[in-house]
């Protein structure tokens, strides 16, 4: 005798709990994916959609790293100014010097202003 093989009973898809989109197949694939589900920023570690999460690094966060452009070094956006490394212009003499070299340039500087040696307080160019 025969006996007729039944096919299990097809699945009921299941439910996404972000977009409440009904899923066949793979939730677990499906929700690695959702534009839905939260993630947490690594800057400022508040959850954000997965969907805006990408702007909200780039040009929303506070806490968001940039690139200082004289170092190449990556710091918290704001608190890095008068960069050591930058390339400044001197009006005076009309030379360039980097700013951890001021002291240098202000030395040799034929146009720098000093305090008269004499003490009489005045400035002398």
Not at 63 to 77: G, K
Not at 89 to 97: A, P, Q, S, V
């Amino acid at each position: 005798r025969l006996f007729a093989m039944s096919s299990p009973a097809p699945r009921p898809p299941s439910l996404c709990p972000w977009c409440h989109t009904a899923i066949a197949k793979d939730l677990e694939g499906h929700q690695r994916t959702c534009t839905k589900r939260m993630e947490l920023c690594v800057h400022c570690h508040k959850p954000f959609l997965a969907s805006e999460l990408t702007q909200h690094q780039e040009s929303a966060c506070p806490a968001r790293m940039e690139l200082c452009a004289h170092c190449m070094e990556a710091f918290p956006i704001g608190s890095h100014s008068n960069c050591a490394k930058e390339r400044l212009y001197h009006d005076g003499c009309g030379e360039y010097y980097i700013r951890e070299n001021e002291a240098e340039h202000t030395a040799r500087c034929p146009a720098a202003i000093i305090e008269c040696p004499h003490g009489c307080g005045e400035s002398i160019a």
